[in-house]
């Protein structure tokens, strides 16, 4: 039997992790979260990491396993999602995948070097990742193809798409892509736009109730570290640095949530083979069942 792989992706604050957990229940089975910052056991709060009741009613693979000190990228990633789903696929036939780091996701399952190999092709599809992702999903593609951070400006966007360009162009075309022994399927959650602004507005007011601006400052002294160049800790290190009022933090970490939001959902749209679902978890279903019942049929 073809083992099969859900992948329920989305913007932050959509309610993937619920939804996800509920779709894993149903075939009992476990989740792999694809979520660049929730892997940093540093970093809880801030990402939205599912709580412990949560992490309980289904078992998640690749949450708070790395230190914010450790290299990660999304070739790193990769490798552990294939260790991993070489495991699950042993105990069972479908296993989810949920998270909104789209780069991930696609390095995971379709391979990092899946990129043009013309230049000018490349440059375009680096630039979209450049504004769906930022410059953090650039400086992973840089790494993951052997880019040295002693050579170039990673904080420097021209320069770090130049030497992708050439690290790229030098890759041999039978290297491009990936073949997995696995079906996937690909669904994205949205929203109308006001209600998920107002479930991040509401999601940020709850972070700092549970202790968000402490969590900050126990990771103040590494704010140069890449995996600290996260939407939030970087409002609040303005703050702490006293260049802005913890008033104006808070309404730049709802605003730079808000926009994170915007392009994921572009990143998700423009891929071309995810399906866009409602966060109806029950419809999901039946979806799913209908689907397979007209593959057998």
Not at 44 to 55: C, D, F, K, M, S
Not at 56 to 75: F, M, N, P, Q, R
Not at 77 to 97: G, Q, S, W
Request: proline share 2%; charged share 25%; net charge negative.
């Amino acid at each position: 039997m073809t083992k099969h792989l859900i992948v329920i992706a989305g913007p932050t604050a959509v309610g993937k992790t619920r939804f996800a957990i509920e779709v894993a229940k149903h075939f009992n089975t476990e989740i792999i979260s694809c979520d660049s910052r929730q892997l940093y056991n540093e970093l809880n709060i801030g990402v939205a990491r599912p709580t412990e009741q949560e992490l309980s009613e289904v078992k998640h693979h690749l949450i708070a396993t790395h230190s914010i000190h450790d290299h990660y990228d999304a070739g790193s990633y990769a490798r552990d999602v294939d260790a991993k789903l070489a495991e699950l696929f042993e105990e069972h036939d479908t296993v989810i995948m949920t998270g909104g780091t789209g780069l991930y996701i696609r390095a995971a399952i379709q391979g990092l070097t899946n990129l043009p190999a013309q230049n000018e092709q490349l440059r375009q599809q680096l630039s979209f990742i450049l504004n769906a992702e930022g410059i953090t999903a650039l400086q992973d593609i840089a790494e993951g193809s052997g880019v040295s951070r002693e050579k170039v400006d990673f904080d420097n966007p021209q320069r770090l798409m130049r030497a992708i360009e050439i690290a790229q162009g030098e890759a041999p075309e039978e290297q491009l892509g990936k073949q997995t022994d696995y079906d996937a399927s690909y669904y994205f959650i949205d929203r109308n736009r006001n209600e998920l602004y107002d479930r991040i507005n509401v999601r940020v007011d709850e972070m700092l109730k549970e202790g968000f601006e402490n969590e900050a400052r126990s990771v103040y002294t590494y704010k140069g570290l890449n995996a600290l160049n996260t939407v939030g800790y970087k409002d609040f290190f303005n703050y702490f640095d006293g260049e802005a009022t913890r008033e104006y933090a808070i309404q730049k970490m709802k605003q730079h949530t808000r926009n994170y939001a915007k392009r994921q959902l572009t990143w998700f749209r423009n891929q071309g083979h995810y399906e866009q679902i409602t966060p109806d978890v029950e419809l999901f279903i039946k979806i799913l069942e209908l689907k397979e019942f007209r593959k057998q049929s």
